[in-house]
């Protein structure tokens, strides 16, 4: 029982939002950690489970993949944005200069200038490499 313990106190916390606003405050609130944090802006998915973004589908299982690679005692955000709010050009995701978002998806690491745009996601030496590299 304790060795569970330990290893899930090491995996990477996973969190999911949809709305901007939701996805504001969970950011800032994860800076004073201290820890990474990654962050995947991605289509929403639909009933069936599928993004209406073929370059989101392309690279979800890419990165799924790579989170397991990430440091311990990171966090990974997933951030699904719906179709209308993503093709107006007044986005607040495409406006905020911290996520300054112009492709989906776009895998990037919280306030660093570490990021992967469009079919970038979907290049496993990539991905794992943005989740190992410290800076």
């Given at each position: 029982m304790?060795?569970?313990?330990?290893?899930?106190?090491?995996?990477?916390?996973?969190h999911k939002?949809?709305?901007?606003?939701?996805?504001?405050k969970l950011?800032?609130?994860?800076?004073?950690?201290?820890?990474?944090v990654?962050?995947?802006?991605?289509g929403?998915?639909?009933?069936?489970?599928?993004?209406?973004?073929?370059?989101?589908v392309?690279?979800?299982?890419?990165?799924?993949?790579?989170?397991?690679?990430?440091?311990?005692?990171?966090h990974?955000?997933t951030?699904?944005?719906?179709?209308?709010?993503?093709?107006?050009?007044n986005?607040p995701?495409?406006?905020?200069?911290?996520?300054?978002l112009?492709?989906?998806p776009?895998?990037?690491?919280?306030?660093?200038?570490?990021r992967?745009?469009?079919?970038?996601?979907?290049?496993?030496?990539?991905?794992?490499?943005?989740?190992?590299?410290?800076?």
């Open positions: 304790r060795a569970s313990l330990v290893r899930f106190a090491k995996m990477v916390v996973k939002v949809t709305g901007y606003e939701e996805f504001t950011a800032e609130s994860l800076e004073s950690s201290g820890e990474p990654h962050i995947l802006f991605t929403s998915k639909d009933e069936n489970g599928e993004s209406w973004c073929p370059y989101c392309q690279a979800a299982p890419v990165v799924t993949k790579a989170v397991e690679t990430a440091p311990e005692k990171s990974f955000i951030v699904e944005i719906e179709r209308p709010f993503w093709k107006d050009l986005c995701y495409r406006k905020d200069p911290r996520t300054h112009v492709f989906l776009t895998l990037l690491r919280w306030r660093s200038p570490q992967l745009d469009g079919s970038q996601c979907a290049n496993a030496d990539l991905v794992e490499m943005l989740f190992q590299d410290e800076d």
